[in-house]
């Protein structure tokens, strides 16, 4: 696969402060019956026993050239990320939406993607994903102005 565009998602779940990124994975194995993860990448808190304030982290899914299971019809040609946790309760926290933002930056680079062709999944299924408090229009923005 050469992407073409990247479509950002939402786990719908609450960070409980446990990588959850396994239990996704399982879930798309198990219940989905899929080879692996639907996701190319993920964006997630991961707790540190030797640092209590724990931090965000970019976590591999897919490799970007595999075909994704994350979107119908987009699957051959987009890089799909997950935000991990629940969008529609609340904005994403300001280390994790930097992270995602960074990432994005460096996949719209390196592959030649256009801004423009950053996708929320809610723009092509019936879902809020990835969140009614998600501005994809500011979250192109800020990918538009960081500066690898």
Request: some cysteine; overall charge negative.
């Amino acid at each position: 696969m050469i992407p073409t565009e990247i479509i950002l998602h939402h786990s719908a779940t609450k960070d409980s402060g446990t990588v959850s990124w396994n239990a996704i994975r399982r879930y798309h194995q198990d219940e989905c019956n899929w080879n692996d993860i639907g996701y190319h990448f993920g964006v997630e808190y991961v707790s540190d026993p030797g640092d209590p304030a724990g931090s965000y982290e970019i976590l591999l899914g897919r490799l970007p050239m595999e075909v994704g299971a994350h979107c119908k019809d987009h699957n051959n040609k987009a890089i799909g990320i997950c935000f991990v946790g629940d969008f529609d309760e609340a904005s994403v926290p300001e280390q994790q939406w930097k992270k995602g933002v960074k990432l994005v930056k460096w996949l719209c680079s390196r592959f030649g993607i256009p801004v423009s062709r950053i996708y929320g999944h809610r723009d092509f299924a019936t879902k809020t994903c990835p969140g009614t408090y998600f501005d994809i229009e500011k979250f192109k923005d800020d990918v538009m102005l960081y500066d690898l």
